[in-house]
């Protein structure tokens, strides 16, 4: 199905399924323990050994030895399978690194051998045997001091735009800011590790992993073994979290891959926490730079934004000028992006990639202006609001109730309460309320589905769309329901598998809208095989309540199914839609902390998150989303951050003890508002993303915040105790 017209009124604006708070069809497995997640697979008739890695201890150069002996005579051990075994090979096309193969050592705890054996604990015991001999190089690991080496990167990456004459109107504007700020870099710590089960079969291999990304995976899979893809069978029902951080390939299913077939014997292999950190992907640091000219009455005539990020050679930037090419009014503009080389493990996505540390600084460079200009931050933000592309004003957005958001939220949050900085205190607590916008573009690619209607009346889906936590397994079942005019618990969805046609799978807030596009394809043509073998009007069919009806003839579905079934397959294309109409989803975000006037120790009271992202299929599975991104932007705003060996070209604090994420006693009651909003440009589904809109903005409504309490503003995450200290406002 090509998409390239807004939809129109579709069985799915019935609302009888989609759009209804239904829990989680997949719950109760997970619940329950009975949802195999990727190292959990088991088959009794297999002997599964297990491989543990062994990781680079320098950052960059080469190795010029290796000894294995000592690891091979190890208790258990079936086989030692090095980097030099198996020499050079193709990189995955979505790696900046290379995750296996030859000498040359581009970060460190890249994965160099992985060791086989009867048990966990005699691989992991072996594997500290291994011997390696190094010749070092030097490296650079502090974007500071590469940041003036930095480049502009080619123009595939869009690093730089320009509209009017910014120079001219920020030197002529009445009032300006002009700041720095800088965001850590930040690791995605899920739980779950990246874990992978490999079997071969004479000339095939099966794979169980925990992947966002199932033909991607297996793609760049067959690359680096240089084998067929068709060779290749991978799974990956449930996830454990991914965050971004399992949307590539990892070394984990090489490894499994490799020593399985080493020892001929189906291997588990699941990174160690440190690996996670080191080994994988991480949130890029930031320095971002941000000037803006306004007039007496807050309308903005000039805005910059400059950035500058890190990564490995060939690697990417971390996009964080793109809200601010679209968010806010303004004639004259100037965004650039530089990229420095680093050679720290591979810079990559983490949620919100762009947005979620662009809107860390841009949201306070905003609240910044407005107290400059003497206007409340709310009505600052209003008034600054663009209905069209403030880059190419032809292009109008396709739905934009960000005026909304903020209306709202300020009334149900009791924003007039909030005082001047410094001015409201509760005991030894000093009291601040902060608020900061929500963006995230509409992002759609093409998904694919197949559905099966058997002789029972059951409908089931296969598609490889992931669900790492949240919900697709349910909406999904939602919108054949919907489409198929039966109750939901008459759908199976079977998610995950390399089998089943190719999905968008999970990433960048495009996963739902585009895999339940899918299925709505599928079930247009699974409609019209029924209505063909029926010999019914397809124009005036109904499907409902179990039957199809056309006319004065009614069947059960079952029996229109017939002994054999019937399928219907399709894959959702996408046309210029997105050209003509800058697809974007907006929000709100409202914080009030408390920061404790003697330590400095803060502390968030409330959260409130108001969203316009299009039609919300499940309000359950979107609020999941919601408070869980909220969650993470309170971490990212007051305690997450990699810190830097700086000589050694590492990250130190690589486990969940010392990387500090938010937990249960940081988060206190959350709220989360969705405008009521269809958007018939976005998909046949009218509906957006959602999960990452709600991390985008939090941490600035958390700074904003702390800054209304004490009177004193961090421009550097994380909001540590140590940067508001010296500047609290004397015991009293």
């Given at each position: 199905m090509q998409f390239d017209t807004p939809a129109t009124t579709n069985p799915i604006d019935n609302l009888k399924v989609v759009g209804q708070p239904i829990h989680r069809i997949d719950g109760q497995l997970k619940t329950t323990g009975r949802a195999m997640y990727a190292y959990e697979w088991h088959d009794p008739n297999m002997s599964y050994a297990y491989g543990y890695p062994v990781g680079a201890a320098i950052a960059k150069g080469r190795i010029t030895s290796m000894d294995v002996s000592a690891a091979k005579k190890a208790a258990g051990v079936l086989a030692v399978v090095t980097t030099l075994d198996i020499g050079e090979r193709k990189k995955g096309r979505f790696n900046t690194a290379k995750l296996f193969g030859g000498d040359e050592v581009q970060h460190y705890h890249q994965a160099i051998a992985v060791v086989v054996a009867e048990t966990f604990e005699q691989a992991r015991a072996a594997a500290s045997l291994v011997k390696v001999d190094y010749a070092e190089e030097k490296g650079a690991f502090d974007l500071g001091q590469a940041k003036d080496s930095a480049v502009k990167p080619d123009e595939s990456q869009q690093p730089d735009t320009a509209v009017g004459d910014f120079d001219s109107a920020f030197r002529s504007a009445p009032v300006t800011v002009d700041a720095s700020y800088t965001t850590p870099d930040q690791s995605h710590a899920m739980m779950e590790p990246h874990a992978s089960i490999a079997a071969w079969n004479g000339d095939e291999v099966t794979v169980w992993t925990s992947s966002q990304m199932i033909d991607w995976w297996r793609s760049d899979l067959a690359t680096t073994l240089d084998i067929d893809k068709e060779k290749i069978h991978l799974m990956s029902p449930f996830i454990g979290g991914g965050f971004g951080g399992k949307l590539f390939l990892r070394a984990d299913a090489v490894l499994a891959v490799l020593g399985a077939r080493a020892v001929k014997r189906p291997v588990k292999v699941a990174l160690p926490r440190p690996f996670m950190m080191n080994n994988t992907t991480h949130r890029p640091a930031t320095i971002q730079r941000i000037r803006i000219g306004a007039e007496r009455d807050g309308k903005i005539t000039a805005i910059a934004h400059e950035s500058w990020s890190g990564?490995?050679?060939?690697?990417?930037?971390?996009?964080?000028?793109?809200?601010?090419?679209?968010?806010y009014a303004g004639a004259n503009r100037m965004t650039a992006m530089r990229l420095a080389t680093l050679h720290l493990p591979?810079?990559?996505?983490?949620?919100?990639?762009?947005?979620?540390?662009?809107?860390?600084?841009?949201?306070?460079?905003?609240?910044?202006?407005?107290?400059?200009?003497?206007?409340?931050?709310?009505q600052f933000r209003i008034v600054n609001d663009t209905q069209v592309d403030p880059e190419k004003p032809q292009r109008p957005f396709s739905q934009r109730n960000l005026v909304g958001c903020l209306t709202l939220g300020a009334e149900r949050f009791g924003w007039r309460e909030r005082g001047k900085p410094g001015s409201r205190r509760d005991g030894s607590w000093l009291v601040g309320m902060g608020v900061a916008v929500a963006f995230r573009n509409n992002l759609v690619l093409p998904s694919g589905a197949r559905v099966k209607l058997d002789r029972e009346g059951v409908v089931t889906v296969e598609t490889d769309m992931t669900d790492i936590g949240t919900g697709s397994y349910t909406i999904i079942a939602q919108t054949a329901a919907e489409m198929m005019g039966v109750t939901i618990d008459k759908v199976a969805v079977q998610l995950g598998d390399s089998r089943f046609p190719v999905s968008a799978g999970s990433g960048g807030q495009f996963g739902a809208n585009s895999s339940t596009s899918g299925v709505y394809a599928a079930c247009v043509k699974l409609r019209e095989a029924i209505a063909k073998k029926l010999g019914f009007n397809s124009e005036d069919i109904v499907f409902e309540n179990g039957e199809v009806r056309s006319g004065n003839r009614s069947v059960p579905l079952a029996e229109a199914a017939g002994p054999d079934g019937l399928v219907g397959e399709d894959t959702i294309k996408w046309g210029e839609l997105t050209e003509t109409h800058q697809q974007s989803t907006f929000g709100a975000h409202f914080v009030e902390v408390g920061v404790d006037i003697a330590t400095g120790e803060s502390r968030i009271r409330r959260m409130l998150a108001v969203c316009a992202a299009g039609r919300i299929l499940n309000p359950i599975t979107a609020r999941s989303q919601v408070i869980g991104a909220m969650t993470m932007g309170a971490g990212g705003a007051l305690s997450e951050e990699l810190a830097v060996d700086t000589r050694r070209g590492f990250f130190v604090n690589h486990d969940l003890a010392s990387y500090e994420v938010a937990v249960h006693a940081d988060i206190p009651h959350q709220e989360v508002i969705f405008m009521d909003e269809t958007d018939p440009m976005s998909s046949p589904m009218?509906?957006?993303?959602?999960?990452?809109?709600?991390?985008?903005?939090?941490?600035?409504?958390?700074?904003?915040?702390?800054?209304?309490?004490?009177?004193?503003?961090?421009?550097?995450?994380?909001?540590?105790?140590?940067?508001?200290?010296?500047?609290?406002?004397?015991?009293?």
């Open positions: 990564d490995l050679p060939g690697g990417g930037l971390e996009t964080a000028v793109n809200q601010t090419r679209l968010l591979e810079g990559n996505a983490m949620r919100a990639p762009g947005e979620a540390p662009g809107l860390m600084a841009l949201e306070i460079a905003i609240d910044e202006i407005a107290e400059k200009v003497g206007i409340d931050p709310v009218k509906a957006k993303g959602v999960g990452e809109l709600g991390l985008c903005g939090v941490a600035a409504a958390i700074a904003n915040a702390v800054y209304n309490a004490t009177g004193v503003r961090v421009r550097h995450y994380p909001l540590t105790l140590d940067k508001l200290i010296g500047g609290l406002p004397d015991v009293a």
